[in-house]
Structures are given as C-alpha cells and as structure tokens.
C-alpha cells in the first residue's frame, strides 16, 4: 500500500515512495488546539491560538525529523502558480504567515528542503521524479484542479529535464466524490478547460457531484503520466470527522492538516533512518541552478 497510516506517536498517513523521498499526510490527532480547532490544527489562517499552531507545527515536523527551518510553506491562494524552491527559502512560511512564498499554490525542490502546504478539503498532490530527482506538492481545491495546477508542476519538471513517464504522483485526503455537490458556477469552470467532465455527475437540477481525485487523474494521466503510478489516497476529508478537518463539513472556523515531501538526504541515510540496500543516486550536479521563471525570486 503507497498510502498507510501509522499510529504509533502522532497519527498521520504515509506515503511509501521508497527510500529516497518522504512523505504524508497529517491528521486532526494528537495536537494541543482545542474546540472545532482540536486538535492538531495546522493552519495559522483560520483563527486558532498561534501559540498553539506553532507547538502542532513542532509535532508534525517532528515526526519528521524536522523544524521549523527545514520547511517551506506557500500562500495558497487557490491559484495555479508554481515555483522552484531552494535552500534560500528555508523556513519561509513554516513559523509564521507573513513570510510565506507569496501567490503559489505549488513548490518544487531539488534541495533537501521539506514542502509543506495546508488543507481541509482540497486535494493535495505529491509528485516525485526519481530520474531528476525532484519533489513537488501542490494545493488543487476545484480551481486549482479546474485551472489544471497539475500541468503548471509538470511542466516546471520538465524545464529541468523531467519526463511525465517518470513521474510519480500521489493523491491525498480531500473531500471526495461521495459529500462534494458543486453547482453550475463550479461546473462551468471545468466544462471550459475539459473536453469530457466524466468527474462531475448531475445530482439535481443546476447542481453536480464533483470528483477531484478523478479529475487530477485524467488531466495527469492526459499529459502522459502512468496511470499505475498514480496513487489515490481515495479518503474523504468530510467522511472521516474523527482524522480530518473539512471546510464543507464543519463550516468557518475549522483546522487544517498538512501535507509534506521531502528529498532524503546522505545525510538523513547516516542517521540510519533507511535500512537496507539502496542504489546510488546518480549525480545530479547542475540541476540545481536556477533555470528561467518559475525560479522563486525575492
Ligand atoms: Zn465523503
């Protein structure tokens, strides 16, 4: 299983990508924020005691080894925007809003640096390249999905040398087809950039079904990634109140989980964190330069 929860310390779920990236996805368990915060609230947004954020923030990094200055964390703006992240950005975002990468809902590294993003209903995606050696995770809510923010990061792998067919992609916990109705405002958005909407289905009169996950699949798929290599969580954010914060579900003021991704590194691999035999990762210098636009710049 690529998704597994793991229970032991915070509970969260991991995504099984190998020994050379990590990954996952947190749930509401195992925090200090209390009432519709409780109790591992993520998000700094959303009006919950920053106090208490920060010591969840330092739970979920620390099930990863990590703090505050090993993350980076994007605004979220429910845009299509991505960017090529290095360790200039360390910490960006992870302790506080105000720093926060400005306008991106997508962030790739070839550094050892953690991506973290946010989410209570939207969809995360996860995208690992193990031929440039690349990690991404983006936020796609419907217009994020609608706007095809997958395409954006495949795209800006390819820019440095990516390939669709080597792309790994994962598909986390969000609300799911079963408790996501959008109507026709929502629909219309993706009958534009869609030449088949097989992901919205009519429930009544001006009002549809919405599937993100399939939706994410399709366009991914479409851009030539391998359907066997795209792994869907398949869990409803609204289905599950007991591991997961959802928007539609729960209304204003709610929580919010993270999703994380990060390179492993030598470093990490002395630690003795990976066991086993592994294959020597090709060198990969020069990958890391700075290569046209989508480079974040201050
Ligand atoms: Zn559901």
Redesign the pocket.
Known sequence: MEWEWVKEGQAYLRLNWGEQVEAGFSSREGGVSTGAFASLNLGLHVGDEAAAVLVNRERWLGVWGAGRRDAVVGEQVHGTEVVWVTDAEAGRGSGELGSALPGVDGLLTQSSLGLMAFFADCTPLYFYDPTIRAVALAHAGWRGTAGKIALRVLAALAERGGKAGDVRVAVGPS??????EVDERVAAHFRREFSETPFLQATRPGHYRLDLWRANLETLVGAGVWRSRIATAGL?????PEHFYSHRRDGVPTGRMAAWIRLKTRESEDRGQIRGRRQEVRGQKGRNRAGGSRQYEP
């Open positions: 609300i799911g087809p079963c408790c996501y409803c954010t609204s289905c599950q």
